[in-house]
Every structure is written in structure tokens, then in C-alpha cells.
């Protein structure tokens, strides 16, 4: 352990580590089932029986309304697909803002472009990272029709004071809880926090059925809208007798048969899943929280974590290196894992803040930025949200070692490759220099 790997030295592990695989033999004789009966798709884009799907997507939204503890639960086939559809429920459209997280998955941002509305970045908070109540209320107008929340990595917004000031101003809160399916703020999980709550079951999510995800919510209204968002509504309001039609056009945002029997399966590993993902975190943050300048993640208090990744705060000048050279260091001396081949465990910073991106810069959009019923004024600017940038470009990196599959002689590896590069990072000057 004298020689960084960077500098040419021995790396602390060569093997993969383990893959990250959560299917079993349950999803498999659920999957074949399925197949046998042929019935790979129950929905009709017309109303009737058969307008909510089949008996295993049925299934399966009954079980995710209970483990979110709320009335409605909707499968569709992506997260993104459930964010467009929480913002057309929510009756948004041209001319609107819907405040967003910058330091996010891109389709958080998106989903109100998609109605022709205006995206308004809100900074986050530099411990938990998801959206500042402070950064929210400095953002809202006239024009501000919802707050769209993302529980980042698997904490839980400060979601008091976000529905205090959604109360106050009439407006819509929607949760983002892709990456937090177990977390509970206060008690209570995610995703029956605000209005509509969608969730994610992507392949590299805590569960997940390849790709799919669910809206959730308490209010009827909502959710009838949901279900004709998800499937061609336009067809559907007649014979329904809807009366409410803004933006009940339709998409195809459905969930196969196949996909909800494996997402049954999948549901009720969570628990256990957690405990471990949990477990492996709460070891990676006591061992590396020892390492001064490396801070692990913060839990607010009566705040549940579901460590969709795990992030630390790294200080450049208690380190004595920039954050990008100690990370280049650890990721020459560890491997990436299986199925994963090419792509490093650890990243530094997260995504780069939404708003620099060149649909922002470019003011790209027939509508939405450049719509004639917008009367507001809104900024994409470098500078606009200064902790999510400070965090992405210096202070933040995330580890992915917490995943199940884990042994502990694998974390142990972890945590040496940590110490390695710590003891001598004065040997990174130079690399940095």
C-alpha cells in the first residue's frame, strides 16, 4: 500500500465486484405464468373493463397503494412517463411555472415542458440536497401552479415546510420518489406526502421490473385523470362521461402483465433489500466518516434514507486535494462490477445542474420558454442555483457500494482503497499540479 495506483502503484482489488441482481426465482415462475397464459397485455385504449388494465397490473397496484399507504396507486411504464402525468393531472399547462430541483434526473424538468409550462430552478439544501423550502418560496409567482420534489438519493424533502408553503399559495406538490421507495419522513412513506407521488422501477433501481414505475396519490380526482393520461383518454372522456377534460389527451404509458407480476415479486423483497442496503451504508459512513474532510450522508431527524446511492461531502481544503484527483485515485484502485464492466462505482458530483444544459441555454421549445401566454421572466444563468453547483463541481460524490450483493469483505475493500489514497494523497499533488 505504498504506491497509489494512479502513480502506477498496485490497486487494492482487481476483481468485479459483485453484480447488482435483484430477480430470483419468484420473478421467474411469476414471468412464466404470465407467458403460459398468453395474456401478455390486458388494456384497451377504449372504456370499459379493461380501460385499468389486467388482473396482474391490478394486482400489483393494489399492493404498491398499500405499501405507500395511500388510496390510488397507477402502474405505467416509466417513472418519466408518471411525472408527465402527475403535471397533466395537476391541469398545467401553457403559460404556467412548476418550480423544479435542479441537481436531478433530467425528465423532473422536463415533465412540464411536455404541457408547454416554464421550468423554475430552486436550490437545494446542502445537507439533504433536495429542494430548499427558502430557495422555493423566493421562486414562486402568480404563475407557479407546482412544486415539483425530488427525494434525491432517498432522502426525503423537508416536506412541512414545502406543503405549508404550498397551502398557502394554492399550489400542487409532486414527489419524485425514483430513488426513495422505502424512505418515511415523520412517519410516513413518500409519495403520499403531496398531491401525486410517482415512483420508478427502472433496472438499476432498488426494485424494479426492467422499466416501469407508479403514480400515487389520496385524491380521486387526480388519479382518474392519471388513468386517462396513461391511456388514450381522449377516447375514453365520452363514454366515461368526464366532464373535466384539460389535458385528458392520452399517451400509451401502460404496464404489461409481465412487468406487474415481476413487480409483485419484486415489492415484497423491499423490506429485506432495504435492510441490507441500509446495513452496507451505515458501514461505509461509519468507516469513512473517520477520514477527516469526507463527511457521510446526513439523516434528518425522523427521516427515513433509502440510499439510492450513497453521498458524501468531501472539503478540498481539509483534504489538501480537489475532489476530482482524490477520485480519479480511488477509481484506479477499485474495479467497477459486474454487468457494469466499464462504468466506476464512484462518481464525483452527480448530473450537472439541469438548468445548464442547452435546452435551458438555448431556449429550446415551440412553447414553454417561448410561448406568447407566458408573462413571466425566468433565468437559466450560470450562478442561478450556487449550492447545487458548488456541490456538483467540488464538494459531492457518491458511492454505490451499498448495493445487496455486497459482502463485507467487499466494503472492507472499499474502505481500504479510502485509507490507501487518504494516507497518501500529498502524492496526488503532483497529478493534480
Request: hydrophobic share 40%; proline share 6%.
Amino acid at each position: 500500500m505504498t504506491k497509489l495506483a494512479l502513480l502506477g502503484g498496485t490497486p487494492i482489488r482487481r476483481q468485479l465486484f459483485p453484480l447488482h441482481n435483484t430477480i430470483g426465482l419468484e420473478e421467474k415462475q411469476a414471468a412464466l405464468v404470465v407467458l403460459e397464459s398468453g395474456n401478455l397485455s390486458q388494456f384497451i385504449g377504449a372504456w370499459g373493463d379493461d380501460f385499468y388494465g389486467g388482473p396482474k397490473v391490478v394486482q400489483f397496484e393494489v399492493a404498491w397503494a398499500k405499501h405507500a399507504c395511500t388510496r390510488y396507486a397507477y402502474s405505467v411504464n416509466s417513472n418519466t412517463s408518471g411525472l408527465f402525468a402527475a403535471i397533466g393531472a395537476c391541469d398545467i399547462g401553457p403559460g404556467d411555472e412548476v418550480i423544479v430541483a435542479p441537481y436531478t434526473m433530467s425528465a423532473s424538468a422536463i415533465a412540464p415542458v411536455i404541457y408547454g409550462a416554464v421550468p423554475v430552478f430552486a436550490d437545494v439544501d446542502p445537507r439533504t440536497f433536495c429542494l430548499d423550502p427558502k430557495s422555493i418560496e423566493e421562486k414562486i409567482t402568480l404563475r407557479t401552479k407546482a412544486i415539483l420534489v425530488v427525494h434525491i438519493f432517498g432522502h426525503p424533502a423537508e416536506m412541512s415546510q414545502i406543503n405549508a408553503l404550498a397551502k398557502r399559495y394554492n399550489i400542487r406538490v409532486i414527489e419524485d420518489c425514483a430513488q426513495a421507495p422505502a424512505s418515511c419522513y415523520h412517519g410516513k412513506p413518500v409519495g403520499g406526502l403531496g398531491d401525486l407521488g410517482v415512483f420508478s422501477l427502472n433496472y438499476h433501481k432498488h426494485i424494479h421490473t426492467g422499466e416501469g414505475g407508479v403514480i400515487t396519490t389520496d385524491n380521486e380526482t387526480l388519479a382518474e385523470k392519471v388513468a386517462l393520461i396513461r391511456n388514450h383518454g381522449e377516447q375514453v372522456v365520452e363514454a366515461k362521461g368526464t366532464q373535466d377534460l384539460i389535458n385528458t389527451f392520452g399517451f400509451n404509458f401502460r404496464l404489461t402483465e409481465l412487468q406487474a407480476a415481476i413487480g409483485i415479486e419484486q415489492l415484497k423483497k423491499l423490506p429485506s433489500l432495504m435492510q441490507i442496503r441500509r446495513s452496507n451504508s451505515e458501514f461505509l459512513s461509519g468507516q469513512l466518516g473517520l477520514l477527516p474532510g469526507i463527511t457521510p450522508p446526513h439523516v434528518a431527524e425522523e427521516c427515513v434514507h433509502s440510499y439510492y446511492v450513497q453521498p458524501f461531502l468531501y472539503d478540498a481544503d481539509t483534504v489538501g486535494v480537489p475532489r476530482d484527483t482524490f477520485v480519479k485515485a480511488l477509481q484506479a484502485e477499485l474495479p467497477s462490477s459486474y454487468g457494469r464492466e466499464k462504468d466506476s462505482l464512484i462518481g464525483a458530483g452527480y448530473v450537472r445542474p439541469l438548468y445548464l444544459q442547452p435546452i435551458y441555454q438555448h431556449r429550446i421549445g415551440r412553447c414553454a420558454f417561448n410561448c406568447p401566454r407566458y408573462e413571466g421572466s425566468v433565468s437559466y444563468q450560470p450562478g442561478l442555483c450556487p449550492v447545487a453547483e458548488r456541490l456538483h463541481f467540488a464538494e459531492l460524490f457518491t458511492l454505490e457500494y451499498n448495493r445487496p450483493g455486497m459482502t463485507k469483505s467487499d466494503l472492507q475493500d472499499v474502505v481500504d482503497a479510502f485509507e490507501k489514497v487518504y494516507t497518501h494523497r500529498n502524492d496526488l499533488r503532483r497529478v493534480h499540479e
